[in-house]
């Protein structure tokens, strides 16, 4: 698929940094799309926190500073579980885009994308991040040395306060002079509850840069890695990786786009085999599922460990967190961005895997569905009414179009035509970035390694766990389930689902809406009833202060059900 003349190209991370590092010894390389990069996050985020162009200002419109007519609303703009997902993160990417382009010297800079299902990001040794945002000081292509590196952290300039009037939330105030924090770091700065900043200081000093390091790039690795048994070479599909797979066979937009409609349509399919006539799986994987995950993965929670001591819990500091793990700050995290790049990435592989590249498509039977009214999972943004219906022409608030109307997801669906821009090659595409010539035609013996090559498919469970029961409302902040069973007799991860929501949702009215919560968990390895039955499946519930996943895992409020295909 050649690139289109006069389009910038969105490339990956990865080839943009060792451009940059090729360029270090040859001054006709240089400026590098790196330092661009770098110069325009720096400049952005040195401008005044009232400048529109702001890092401050545009991180904002994701959660922070709370905003909107109602003072008991959580006042983000980012829809979540609701159908505008993909199209509103699209949009909000052409914002800061555009305003990384006004500083001077930085016009044509591209936003990168961060590829998490690259070989390199989940090779066992040096993978994980792109080095170049791990670093807090980097170097520019001649030689300048930038302290601190734009594209590792962001010192807030004014302070962030959580004004739900049904009280403040101190653990996300965010005074100015505050840098973002991932994990393994906690970012718990509540200066108004006892001992808090102390003990979050003393947590965090055992991580010094670059202790810090080494522990996010394993943990990156083990939510992308899917798990084997030592008996058995057979892989337990759980991993992120296999979720972005899968979520490029979701048969149309809406089921694609959010987690609501997903799990309604999963809902309705429990039961029912896969024909001849399908060319999807049964159940399906919306995008919003993996990009979940690896927000958590990057802010704050480890993959969910076998190890139920109490007194060795994955992370000793109750409550810690990563700003990205979070609606609340995950924008401020300039890592933000480049992952959700590659999740508009993954939205317009999917496009072109379906023939959506110009035109979106709601199906009639899906225009009144979950995921399409603003009730669902998050509630309504801000400034909008409640029971609001959802379609491809609702704004896509703040952003607007140069003549100044509320721009919506129709002006957003052809990247190349209408907004200039296209992608380069990366996982699930060949090497000209067309995802229809992938996976390649396998080769014999063509697997190895903790993932499967793209030639392996991933297939299709003869069962699926259902977890109901749980109130997200009644949870402080974002949390992981974990389903455990038994596979020839070794206990083993079957499955996470990562639930990314925010902070006192107990006082924040409109996260009432809809709180209910529910995970279907493919039970790869368990090939009929017995081995379910036999399997002893456990699940947990990991939060921040409960990270092992025990307490409510194992009260009776939590509720699993297995359902068989044709059953």
């Not at 010539?437 to 991933?458: E, H, L, M, R, Y």
Request: glycine fraction near 8%; include cysteine.
């Amino acid at each position: 698929m050649a690139t289109p003349r006069g389009l910038r190209v969105r490339r990956s991370f990865r080839d943009v940094q060792q451009d940059h590092l090729d360029a270090v010894g040859d001054p006709s390389k240089r400026p590098t799309e790196l330092d661009k990069l770098i110069l325009a996050f720096k400049g952005i985020q040195a401008l005044p926190p009232t400048d529109p162009n702001s890092f401050f200002v545009i991180a904002g419109y994701h959660g922070e500073p709370f905003r909107g007519s109602n003072s008991a609303w959580w006042g983000g703009y980012c829809y979540h579980g609701q159908i505008l997902f993909p199209t509103w993160h699209r949009a909000y990417l052409k914002r800061i885009e555009d305003a990384l382009r006004s500083i001077r010297g930085c016009e044509s800079v591209a936003l990168p994308f961060l590829d998490w299902c690259d070989e390199q990001t989940m090779a066992d040794n040096d993978g994980g991040l792109p080095s170049w945002l791990n670093k807090k000081e980097v170097a520019l292509s001649d030689g300048t040395l930038i302290n601190p590196n734009p594209l590792y952290s962001y010192t807030f300039q004014k302070a962030v306060l959580d004004n739900l009037s049904s009280g403040s939330d101190p653990d996300y105030s965010k005074l100015a002079g505050y840098t973002t924090k991932r994990f393994p770091l906690s970012g718990l700065v509540g200066d108004t509850i006892p001992g808090q900043a102390q003990a979050t200081d003393e947590y965090n000093a055992q991580y010094e840069y670059p202790k810090n390091i080494e522990p996010l790039n394993q943990n990156i690795k083990d939510w992308l890695q899917s798990s084997k048994t030592s008996k058995d070479p057979k892989t337990v599909y759980h991993g992120t990786y296999h979720k972005f797979v899968k979520c490029l066979d979701a048969p149309n937009y809406t089921l694609f786009s959010n987690t609501s409609s997903a799990r309604q349509y999963n809902q309705e399919n429990l039961n029912r085999e896969k024909t001849a006539f399908d060319d999807h799986d049964v159940l399906v994987v919306p995008l919003e599922t993996p990009h979940n995950d690896m927000h958590l993965a990057t802010g704050g929670f480890p993959k969910p460990s076998a190890d139920t001591a109490p007194q060795n819990p994955p992370s000793p500091l109750i409550g810690a967190n990563g700003d990205m793990g979070e609606n609340d700050t995950a924008a401020f995290d300039p890592m933000f961005f480049f992952h959700h790049c590659y999740v508009d990435r993954m939205f317009w592989l999917w496009q072109l895997k379906h023939n959506q590249a110009t035109e979106l498509v709601i199906e009639s039977e899906y225009e009144y569905y979950p995921g399409a009214n603003n009730f669902n999972d998050q509630g309504p943004i801000a400034g909008a009414p409640a029971g609001q219906w959802l379609t491809l022409k609702t704004p896509l608030d703040p952003f607007i179009k140069l003549d100044g109307s509320p721009m919506n997801s129709l002006d957003v669906v052809d990247i190349e035509n209408q907004l200039g821009y296209t992608y380069g090659p990366g996982s699930f595409t060949d090497a000209n970035g067309d995802p229809n010539n992938w996976p390649p035609k396998p080769k014999p013996g063509d697997f190895s390694g903790p993932v499967p090559t793209p030639a392996a498919p991933v297939p299709t469970p003869k069962a699926t766990l259902v977890v109901s029961g749980l109130n997200r409302g009644a949870i402080s902040g974002s949390f992981v389930i974990s389903t455990w069973g038994k596979v020839n007799g070794t206990k083993q991860l079957l499955g996470m689902d990562a639930v990314l929501s925010r902070r006192h949702t107990a006082g924040c009215a409109n996260c009432q809406t809809h709180v209910g919560v529910k995970a279907f968990v493919p039970l790869h390895g368990l090939p009929d009833q017995n081995s379910v039955n036999d399997a002893d499946l456990e699940v947990r519930v990991h939060t921040h202060e409960d990270p092992v996943g025990l307490n409510l895992g194992q009260s009776k409020v939590v509720k699993k059900t297995a359902a068989f295909r044709g059953v």
